[in-house]
């Protein structure tokens, strides 16, 4: 059972654009949405995270935007760098410790 | 500050062969502690997690079983190792949400 869906499968953007990840659920008792992020051959490091409370987090060049009426979130990065090009995974937490993966999204980000 | 030591780095077994992977967590008390496996290009799958000492929870079944014998330490074994448990073998920890990884061990069965 696919419980956190992520769209596209990969995204190419240009440097500069802003690059749109998007990330849906199925559970309402989810109550906290990391993001993270992965170069290869590394582990996953923690990215941004937003509670259902608010619907928009922003750090940076990277912004949450959280529709919780339709279970739905995206990733929004501007000005985005070759530097950004890794995996994203959108991951949602099930009670206080069982974390939820996307199957992740791969952002290549051309100079 | 907290560091997160994983062990081995990178791991070739025979399939049939014993396993044991090491976490050691320092920098912070009684953290909740947690394995990972990933596929290569696959996505995250949590397979035990442990709140205290000498208590581990199995998330999924995959014929492996883990221990925590002592606060900063987790050990993830298995007896007899399969060709399916190749993969990338993270362990995290968390006080609160968020959760962090270590740097992983990479697994070759063959």
């Known amino acids: 059972q696919q419980q956190v869906r992520q769209s596209p499968q990969s995204l190419t953007v240009w440097e500069g654009e802003t690059a749109i990840l998007n990330c849906s659920y199925e559970?309402?008792?989810?109550?906290?949405f990391p993001w993270y992020w992965q170069f290869p051959r590394e582990s996953p490091a923690l990215l941004i995270a937003?509670?259902?409370?608010?619907n928009k987090k922003e750090d940076g060049r990277f912004t949450i935007f959280f529709n919780k009426r339709e279970k739905k979130l995206s990733l929004h990065i501007t000005d985005s760098q070759p530097g950004d090009s890794a995996t994203y995974f959108c991951?949602?937490?099930?009670?206080?410790?069982?974390?939820?993966f996307g199957s992740g999204t791969q952002l290549t980000v051309m100079p | 500050a907290q560091t997160i030591h994983q062990w081995p780095v990178a791991e070739i077994k025979a399939v049939g062969s014993p396993l044991s992977l090491g976490c050691t967590i320092k920098?912070?008390?009684?953290?909740?502690l947690y394995w990972y496996w990933q596929a290569t290009g696959g996505t995250l799958q949590q397979l035990f997690y442990?709140?205290?000492?000498?208590?581990v929870e199995s998330v999924v079944q995959l014929n492996l079983s883990a221990s925590r014998p002592k606060d900063d330490q987790f050990i993830l074994s298995t007896e007899k190792l399969l060709l399916s448990h190749s993969g990338f073998y993270l362990c995290?920890?968390?006080?609160?949400?968020?959760?962090?990884f270590g740097p992983g061990t990479r697994l070759t069965v063959l």
């Open positions: 559970d309402s008792t989810f109550d906290y």
């Open positions: 995290a920890w968390s006080q609160g949400y968020e959760q962090y």
């Open positions: 442990s709140i205290t000492v000498g208590q």
């Open positions: 937003i509670r259902p409370v608010s």
């Open positions: 920098g912070k008390s009684s953290p909740n």
């Open positions: 991951a949602a937490i099930s009670g206080s410790w069982q974390l939820i």
